[in-house]
């Protein structure tokens, strides 16, 4: 089976949001939103998001799902958004749990922050299977980035998230809370598993030195050919210490503050204070 897929390049974030739609029908599902932010103001815009709100209505395509690889700790998801006006379900990985732990405690979230959770509509295990339509997506839990990385494989599609990035940038830092290089180059592993031909959707793109226009599409065959992270039969110990050098010199990402407070919600804001509005808390050193 090969999927329709439809990138969305959110140029303020680098990231791709995909809409991916049957071959002979009209299902489809929204693979990792965007909700755009101004931090220094603190307002969000919808305008990333209305561009594949359009897209669908205007394809006459059914919404079933709007699935999150991980919880993205560079911009916000606009699932909730999306849902609101296109309905499908909401679905993440089962670790989710383990973020909202996690963070919980590093954003002192009080008792009314569950963290079983319960703020999405479905909770995907390794190995679980969801329809979109008549099309099969098989999940696989790829977790090294957060505890909670899946990749989406949809007939000849794999969405890895930001497990593997383009084979000139390589692969995703590892050094978040409850990340691991060690976890990360056998989730690789895993994803390079697949069949040659398959297909492999990246979450972000940068442009490489020497690359002029971005891009989000390789191949299995490429990746372990060329990746320069894991390709070309690269160790697990070249891997590990490569991404850990390389992970001390990176700054955290610029939304993560607020990226992190509301997508491990499904995207929902913070519940209002008493003044009826939402915030995003800071921790000072506490990142």
Same mark, same amino acid.
């Given at each position: @089976?090969?999927?329709?897929? %439809?990138g969305f390049f959110d140029e303020a974030t680098n990231t791709i949001t995909y809409v991916v739609v049957e071959p002979e029908g009209r299902a489809c599902a929204v693979i990792d939103s965007v909700l755009d932010?101004?931090?220094?103001?603190? %307002?969000?815009?919808?305008?990333?998001?209305?561009?594949? !709100? +359009?897209?669908?209505?205007? &394809?006459?395509?059914?919404?079933?799902?709007?699935? &999150?690889?991980?919880?993205? +700790?560079? %911009?916000?998801?606009?699932?909730?958004? !999306?849902?609101?006006?296109?309905?499908?379900?909401?679905?993440?990985?089962?670790? !989710?749990?383990?973020?909202?732990?996690?963070?919980?405690?590093?954003?002192?979230?009080?008792?009314?922050?569950?963290?079983d959770g319960s703020q999405f509509d479905q909770l995907f295990h390794d190995g679980d299977s969801l329809h979109i339509g008549q099309m099969r997506c098989d999940v696989m839990h790829t977790p090294g980035h957060? /505890?909670?990385?899946?990749?989406?494989?949809?007939?000849?599609?794999?969405?890895?998230?930001?497990?593997?990035?383009?084979?000139?940038?390589?692969?995703?830092?590892?050094?978040?809370?409850?990340?691991?290089? &060690?976890?990360?180059?056998?989730?690789?592993?895993?994803?390079? =598993?697949? /069949?040659?031909?398959?297909?492999?959707?990246?979450?972000?793109?940068?442009?490489?030195?020497?690359?002029?226009?971005?891009?989000?599409?390789?191949?299995?065959?490429?990746?372990?050919?060329?990746?320069? %992270?894991?390709?070309?039969?690269?160790?697990?110990?070249?891997?590990?210490? @490569?991404?850990?050098?390389?992970? +001390?010199?990176?700054? @955290?990402?610029?939304?993560?503050? /607020?990226?992190?407070?509301?997508?491990?919600? =499904?995207?929902?804001? /913070?519940?209002?204070?008493?003044?009826?509005?939402?915030?995003?808390?800071?921790? !000072?050193?506490?990142?």
């Amino acid at each position: @089976m090969t999927p329709a897929v %439809h990138g969305f390049f959110d140029e303020a974030t680098n990231t791709i949001t995909y809409v991916v739609v049957e071959p002979e029908g009209r299902a489809c599902a929204v693979i990792d939103s965007v909700l755009d932010f101004d931090y220094a103001s603190g %307002h969000t815009d919808t305008r990333s998001a209305d561009a594949v !709100i +359009a897209f669908i209505t205007k &394809e006459g395509l059914e919404l079933k799902w709007i699935l &999150e690889t991980h919880v993205h +700790a560079d %911009h916000l998801s606009a699932a909730p958004y !999306i849902q609101e006006r296109l309905g499908g379900k909401i679905g993440i990985g089962d670790r !989710i749990t383990v973020v909202q732990e996690t963070f919980g405690k590093v954003f002192n979230e009080g008792t009314r922050f569950q963290r079983d959770g319960s703020q999405f509509d479905q909770l995907f295990h390794d190995g679980d299977s969801l329809h979109i339509g008549q099309m099969r997506c098989d999940v696989m839990h790829t977790p090294g980035h957060t /505890p909670a990385c899946l990749t989406y494989v949809i007939g000849d599609a794999a969405f890895v998230g930001d497990t593997l990035f383009m084979p000139d940038f390589g692969t995703a830092r590892c050094d978040f809370p409850g990340g691991s290089a &060690e976890v990360m180059f056998d989730s690789v592993q895993k994803i390079l =598993a697949l /069949p040659e031909s398959t297909r492999i959707f990246v979450g972000h793109d940068y442009k490489a030195p020497g690359r002029e226009t971005y891009a989000w599409e390789s191949t299995v065959g490429a990746q372990k050919a060329l990746n320069v %992270h894991v390709g070309a039969g690269k160790s697990k110990d070249d891997f590990v210490a @490569m991404r850990q050098t390389r992970d +001390a010199t990176l700054a @955290m990402p610029r939304l993560i503050v /607020p990226s992190l407070q509301i997508n491990m919600r =499904a995207g929902h804001m /913070p519940e209002p204070e008493n003044d009826g509005k939402s915030y995003i808390k800071v921790p !000072i050193n506490g990142l």
